[in-house]
């Protein structure tokens, strides 16, 4: 098969940045309906804050649903950017390189879209004051335990990092974009890109900020999902939510909902903004192969979890087991969340050319998702159904319309961010595109892979 020709320095500027100074007719088509999606999930929450939480299925003793299932699904999908930027970038793995910058921002829209989530669970969002202990003269303490004092910690500071990480990235993409733009973008990328001349110095403070940034993030990728999942750890009078494996069981959960969000949106961007030279079927391979890894391992705490709970061989840990597994309507639920998240994407994922065919992963990497919400849905539900221990305290939970505009809505939320985004700034970064170029060159006539300095644009 013969070779192919490595890209030069301009036709990468060209190419990437296509996009951002051009503009289709089918993103204005794709940010209007998604407007419209985005502004009728805001028309929900309105009305749900003027009329109360009674509009939707909420009831005792079932208080947490469908906006806590999102609000774990989103933190869950931001973990993709430190998974792919942090530790590939510290492993020095080559096939991360067109998905750094997706999954950074990905994290970025989706970690906004979790805060939001228990804001609107609280019906009456302008109440949030209450639990921030700024006025003490008011001899109110807020429970340190509550997780509306953990969850705002921890996304807060995973939310500023990520933004940190995203914009050293950016840097050398801003002075690129700033000599290529005018009027009003070149005064914008100009101040953005901080005086960013391409010295070698720079590259140098530049690379080891990434270096740095990233070490230091790694331990808020474990500690952020962590407090998730201590979120429902720490209640014990809610069956099957008081697991020691909780914590790495959401972790692991989360890479793998993450990097298939990564893979449906880097299908996505090779189709829409023509960038099959860059996002390559071997990168899909290098993805589909840490997925099936990752997979396995979320499948063992997935047993472990499971197991835990019947091991003790308490009525109520088995009557909870027993209501997933075999009652209506969460068998059928549980059987569709066990073969879309794990069972038909870890089998294909183990095929070579199932990984290297792009429709086939965009669809799978869906079907990863679709298990893993109803997977948070399968814990949070069932358990609340029993929560009170008295059978005539014991209720049923089924979505209404406002709930379903308003998680529906915050799909659409991300998906817009991400186009916006694209609109003002490449998704795939041109300095690891040049990189990379460089780097296949001097593989190709034999020279040794050494670390390149990317030539000043």
Do not use: C
């Amino acid at each position: 098969m013969q070779e192919r020709v490595p890209l030069t320095e301009t036709e990468v500027n060209r190419d990437l940045l296509r996009p951002v100074f051009t503009t289709p007719l089918w993103w204005w088509a794709a940010v209007s309906f998604l407007g419209l999606v985005v502004a009728a999930g805001v028309g929900a929450v309105v009305y749900m804050a003027v009329r109360g939480l009674g509009v939707t299925g909420y009831n005792r003793p079932i208080m947490w649903s469908f906006f806590l299932v999102n609000f774990v699904f989103w933190v869950g999908i931001s973990h993709a950017g430190i998974m792919l930027s942090a530790i590939l970038r510290l492993t020095q793995a080559e096939w991360r390189r067109p998905a750094t910058r997706a999954a950074e921002v990905l994290t970025i829209f989706s970690l906004g879209t979790a805060a939001m989530m228990p804001l609107v669970h609280l019906g009456r969002m302008w109440r949030i004051y209450w639990v921030f202990p700024y006025d003490f003269g008011r001899g109110i303490w807020p429970d340190i335990r509550s997780p509306i004092i953990w969850d705002p910690s921890a996304i807060g500071t995973y939310l500023t990092s990520t933004i940190l990480f995203v914009y050293v990235a950016l840097l050398p993409d801003f002075s690129i974009m700033r000599d290529r733009a005018t009027g009003w973008r070149h005064s914008f990328y100009g101040f953005l890109s901080m005086g960013w001349r391409g010295t070698q110095r720079q590259w140098h403070l530049q690379a080891t900020a990434g270096i740095l940034l990233s070490a230091i993030i790694l331990p808020i990728f474990v500690s952020v999902h962590s407090i998730v999942s201590w979120d429902f750890g720490m209640i014990v009078a809610v069956e099957g939510w008081h697991a020691t494996v909780f914590a790495p069981y959401f972790v692991i959960g989360a890479v793998w909902s993450g990097v298939a969000g990564v893979v449906t949106m880097m299908a996505v961007m090779r189709w829409a903004f023509k960038a099959e030279k860059y996002i390559r079927p071997e990168h899909f391979d290098g993805l589909g192969k840490l997925l099936a890894v990752v997979g396995i391992g979320w499948f063992f705490f997935t047993v472990l979890e499971i197991v835990f709970s019947l091991y003790s061989r308490e009525s109520a840990e088995v009557a909870f087991r027993h209501l997933q597994l075999y009652e209506w309507p969460f068998n059928m639920l549980f059987i569709l969340f066990f073969l879309t998240g794990f069972v038909f994407p870890v089998t294909l994922f183990m095929l070579r050319n199932v990984r290297r065919n792009i429709a086939a992963m965009f669809w799978i990497s869906i079907f990863v998702n679709i298990g893993m919400w109803l997977e948070r849905f399968m814990i949070i539900i069932p358990g609340l159904m029993r929560k009170q221990g008295l059978t005539f305290s014991w209720g049923a939970y089924s979505p209404g319309a406002v709930e379903i505009l308003i998680v529906t809505g915050t799909f659409a939320l991300v998906i817009l961010g991400l186009l916006i985004f694209s609109k003002f700034f490449p998704l795939i970064p041109l300095s690891d595109a040049k990189e990379g170029e460089v780097l296949r060159d001097e593989i190709q006539v034999g020279k040794v892979k050494v670390p390149a300095i990317i030539r000043e644009a």
